[in-house]
């Protein structure tokens, strides 16, 4: 009995020192990386979560091996104790591709050349490098013969491609795709009718963000490199777009572009250099088709530049009295129906509706009905612009507008907002026909422009017409003036 006691407790001293070591140094390195952790975890930053993996596996599987190994003398073949060194090895090259990543990229500062890495030659580094650490694990600690290892897989890489020849195709094709480099991240293009930012390329497709819609579409690689796409942001970091739209060959094409190229003048998004065209396309079956094209800036959604482009184009068609045909089946009538008179008001009538001129009676006016043509303006859209000639006086059917000017640093100052049954376009009435304010429909309006002498011909018969028109165009001039004069101050 004391023989087996003394025989237990007889330790040597290389034994007792790793039992030493293990007792003071594993408590101690446990709370040292719990201070680390919380010390990162303060301060946001991402290696926190690595040195949690260490304490948490790392350092419990390496305190297990030294003490079957040194103390408990467990022998070096044993299955228990390769086991637990695959995992080491595992945990620490974990450990150290988290540690790099932390380090270099995870807080990379925009435009470095480690922000500029594509993802997917990260992700193909890692793979590479956990392919060396899988065959040194196999050599040092199972001890099994690489070559024998590499002519197996070589039988059974076969298989393996045919069962995965689509992702291979997608790695592969990835690869390409990052060695000539066509896009790259926040890369605008269009690919299968859709446009989007590039987000992110990794070995399977490229993630493209909608800002439409706010949604991902993910891309498989393959269908980029062997397909087509558009690279809106190559080799110039604003990209032209080309709309072709049909206009009917009773509109004089001189006619048509002046109004396309007015349009776009109006739309801040689209630039002026270069500048836009519209090309005569080609004479189709039923309409002429005309070829736009444009310039917008990287940052804009091209959608929604086009949307824009195309709804003020609809007003505008209506406004200048183009048409956009579609296929028809055209019907001669032996007798056609009399011409409609919805746009022919008395002036009666037409005063009527503006209330806010204050004529209640209308006397006998020796004038013909006046045809009033309504022109349609969209949300947001100018209606005159400063420095504009003036056709004449601008009646607000139906809608909403805003009266602004611009000091000399071209900051825009409000002066006043319009609603239905106001008008502007007063100063068509004097000598110089020229705009002093710009006016933007705020809503989508009807606008109706009387002409300079049919104006006259109603002030001449209606005094308080005169008084009226009189009072807005000095109240107007004031609140001009009002709003330079405190620019000026200002500046």
């Known amino acids: 009995m004391d023989t087996t006691v003394v ?10 020192l790793w039992a030493l070591l293990l007792i003071i140094g594993f408590p101690v390195l446990m709370l ?18 690595t040195l949690k993996y260490c304490r948490n596996l790392v350092l419990p599987l390496c305190a297990t091996i030294l003490l079957l190994q040194n103390i408990l003398e467990t022998p070096d ?19 150290a591709l988290s540690f790099i990543n932390d380090v270099v990229f995870a807080e990379a500062i925009p435009g470095s050349w480690q922000a500029r890495v594509p993802k997917l030659l990260i992700d193909l580094s890692r793979a590479f490098l956990v392919l ?21 897989l070589g039988v059974g890489s076969v298989v393996i491609g045919l069962a995965l020849q689509e992702p291979l195709s997608n790695v592969f094709a990835g690869i390409m795709l990052l060695f000539e480099q066509p896009i790259k991240i926040g890369d605008w293009i269009e690919v299968e009718g859709v446009s989007g930012q590039v987000a992110e ?4 497709a490229v993630h493209v963000l909608l800002p439409a819609t706010s949604d991902m579409l993910l891309v498989p690689n393959s269908i980029l490199y062997k397909g087509t796409f558009r690279n809106m942001s190559r080799p110039a970091r604003h990209h032209t777009e080309f709309i072709e739209i049909g206009f009917s060959y009773d509109d004089p094409p001189n006619k048509v572009r002046r109004v396309i190229l007015g349009v776009i003048r109006k739309i ?51 406004r200048y009295g183009l048409t956009i045909p579609f296929p028809t089946t055209q019907e001669i009538a032996l007798e056609p129906p009399p011409p409609t008179s919805s746009n022919t008001l008395t002036t009666a009538e037409l005063l009527s509706r503006f209330p806010q001129l204050g004529i209640t009676e ?44 611009k000091d000399r640093a071209g900051n825009v100052q409000e002066i006043a907002s319009l609603q239905q049954g106001d008008f502007f376009g007063e100063g068509a009435l004097q000598a110089r026909a020229i705009s002093d304010v710009t006016v933007t429909a705020m809503e989508d309006s009807d606008i109706a422009v009387l002409e300079p002498e049919v104006v006259q011909k109603l002030i001449a018969k209606l005094p308080r017409l005169a008084r009226e028109i009189g009072s807005v165009i000095d109240s107007r001039r004031r609140a001009i003036q009002t709003a330079r004069q405190i620019v000026r101050a200002v500046d």
């Open 7 to 16: 025989n237990a407790l007889s330790f040597d001293k290389q034994q007792l």
């Open 32 to 49: 040292a990386l719990n201070e680390f952790i919380q010390f990162f975890k303060r301060r946001e930053k991402p290696i926190a979560s």
């Open 77 to 95: 073949d044993a299955v228990a104790l390769r086991i637990l060194k695959t995992l080491l090895w595992i945990s620490l090259l974990h450990v």
């Open 132 to 152: 060396i650490g899988a065959a040194t694990i196999l050599s040092t600690v199972w001890d099994l013969d690489l070559g024998a290892l590499v002519t197996a």
């Open 201 to 204: 390329i990794n070995w399977r």
């Open 268 to 318: 801040p998004d689209i630039l002026t250099t270069p500048e836009p065209k519209v090309l005569t396309q080609a004479f189709a079956d039923y309409a002429i088709t005309y070829r736009i094209l444009f310039t917008i800036a990287e940052k804009q959604e091209p959608a929604l530049v086009r949307s824009e482009f195309m709804n003020r184009i609809w007003y505008a068609c209506r």
């Open 362 to 405: 209308f006397p006998s006016l020796d004038m013909a009905p006046l045809a009033i043509h309504v022109e349609e303006y969209s949300q947001g859209e100018p209606i005159v612009s400063e420095g504009d000639p003036l056709r004449g006086v601008h009646f607000l059917f139906r809608g909403s507008a805003r009266l602004t000017v």
